[in-house]
């Protein structure tokens, strides 16, 4: 409809930052190697009306290339013509965020679940509080080391209290989805596996739950890994989903 506007949403998270050509990264077709992607490509199968989400390091530097594309006329839908948004994450000399105390995707999920994001996170609030409440002597002195958020590791904690007094009667831990995000950081992984086997092992409507908010793909390729105080807690959490898949088939028999 001429009415509607194209999303084009780029994730970038583990991938290579924009060339200073403005190029992304994409898999190929055997998902074997990264392929850059002009975005002159992009915007010649886009077209107008549209918007693009650039979640990915360097994503200023897509934008720049963009409104050069868009400047020299070269442009499917050159001058001003062409109506299209763009929305980046971070500057062209910029990287998203790589510690464990920061969320990766801050910037899509506000787009994509502000209202969410905004009844959260208190505890969201409270470590950009900390972060901004150093500000100030970072800039007296650039020497100054930054005292990382302990956001995940207070996530982890409202996580365990929940535990100890939740059951599947009571309002789901809302700490779940971010326990899963905390599996991507090794100095958290061990405590929020633990944490995770506890909460499956309370039943197949926790093991659902989990599986319902992506703990599959987590696991399963934490199930590589050659760290021995891992793979017992590893193998549990696997027995618990494959438990909860048996009972299903024998139910559908």
């Not at 918007?51 to 934008?63: E, H, K, L």
Request: glycine share 4%; charged share 15%.
């Amino acid at each position: 409809m001429p009415s509607q506007r194209v999303l084009f949403h780029c994730n970038g998270h583990g991938v290579p930052k924009a060339t200073a050509n403005g190029e992304i990264w994409l898999f190929n077709k055997s998902y074997t190697q990264y392929i850059p992607l002009p975005i002159s490509d992009v915007d010649s199968w886009l077209k107008t009306p549209s918007i693009y989400v650039f979640d990915c390091s360097a994503a200023g530097m897509v934008v720049s290339a963009f409104i050069e594309l868009l400047d020299c006329g070269t442009s499917n839908y050159p001058g001003s013509s062409r109506d299209c948004i763009l929305l980046a994450a971070c500057e062209a000399h910029e990287t998203l965020p790589q510690s464990a105390e920061f969320p990766a995707d801050v910037f899509t999920c506000c787009l994509t679940t502000p209202i969410k994001m905004t009844l959260r996170w208190d505890a969201w609030d409270m470590a950009a509080e900390i972060f901004l409440s150093q500000l100030p002597s970072l800039v007296e002195d650039p020497n100054a080391e930054f005292q990382p958020s302990s956001f995940f590791t207070e996530q982890l904690i409202a996580f365990e209290v929940w535990l100890d007094h939740g059951s599947e009667h009571k309002k789901p831990p809302e700490q779940l989805p971010i326990v899963l995000q905390v599996l991507l950081s090794q100095c958290h992984r061990f405590r929020a596996l633990v944490l995770l086997g506890r909460f499956l092992d309370m039943g197949p409507w926790a093991v659902d739950l989990a599986l319902s908010v992506g703990i599959f793909p987590y696991v399963l390729k934490l199930l590589q890994t050659t760290t021995p105080e891992l793979r017992q807690i590893l193998v549990f959490i696997w027995t618990k989903i494959l438990a909860l898949h048996l009972n299903e088939q024998l139910i559908r028999v």
